[in-house]
């Protein structure tokens, strides 16, 4: 599977070479940025998965933005942040939010349908819905996205290790 995603992922040199990377590429050195090993990979799903509910645009950028601070493998925070997308974005955000209700002890209201949103004004429509759903949203949004990098990051050390046993088991003479 290693070689699988060394053969997928771009080295480090090419990404270092794109233009609008230059001024930033003394920050892309380290090598747990690019390596993988189960340090550097499961502190990337982490990554990926915590930065997956930062709403709107900002999320393979705070994605980057941790990896390259806490050294964690680059490429795969951003391609875990891709988690979210139109189809899993609304379920995410309608359990964040049964839990941001469960833990403040406020009542879930049927506010979990969206609006109507029209061409000229949706923004602030769309603002105004994000407001009502008001507290429980703000807990539950941050819990759910601890909770998602703690378990991603303990799943894939777990597999990753159950794996390098299995495969020290396998190496092992047979008597």
Known sequence: MRKRLQKILPDANTIRNYR???PFAHLLQHPNLWHLHRRSVAGGVAIGLFCGLIPGPLQMLSAALFAVWLRVN?????????????????PLYALAYQ???????TPARAIL?????HSHSWVGELWAWFEALGTPILI????LAC??????YALV???WRVRVVL?????QPRH
């Open 74 to 90: 680059l490429p795969v925070a951003l391609f875990t942040t891709l988690y979210t997308n139109p189809f899993t974005i609304l």
């Open 157 to 159: 050390r777990l597999a």
């Open 113 to 117: 349908r969206l609006p109507e949103l």
């Open 167 to 171: 495969r020290w088991r396998a190496r």
């Open 99 to 105: 839990l941001g209700c469960w833990v403040s002890g």
């Open 20 to 22: 609008w990377l230059k």
């Open 147 to 152: 909770l998602l990098a703690m378990s991603g």
């Open 140 to 143: 539950g949004l941050p819990l």
